[in-house]
């Protein structure tokens, strides 16, 4: 099923700065079959929604393994029945 998604992930203990954890995450992210759009405070991600899933869960396991200690992960996740959703019909 197809799945338009924001996803915010926020590395706790980690310092004022989270620029390095961020980009890692959106590394991650790239290595998937998804449409990407970053802005200030999280992604948009267009793609298959078992995969999104599937991508939130690894991207814990990845930023676990590289220290971080705690993450705080926020997930907005849209499907539709009567239309493929996509980030480009999202714009105004």
Known sequence: MKATAELQVIPL?????????VAHIVGLLAEHDFILETHAA?????GDMA???TA????H??????GSVRLLSY??????????????????
Do not use: Q, Y
């Open 13 to 21: 203990g980690a310092g004022v700065s989270v620029r390095d954890e």
């Open 42 to 46: 999280g992604t948009n991600i267009e």
């Open 51 to 53: 995969d999104i899933l």
């Open 56 to 59: 939130v869960g690894r991207i």
């Open 61 to 66: 396991e990845a930023m676990h393994a590289r």
């Open 75 to 92: 997930l907005k996740l849209e499907t539709r029945t009567d239309k493929v959703p996509t980030l480009a019909g999202k714009r105004l």
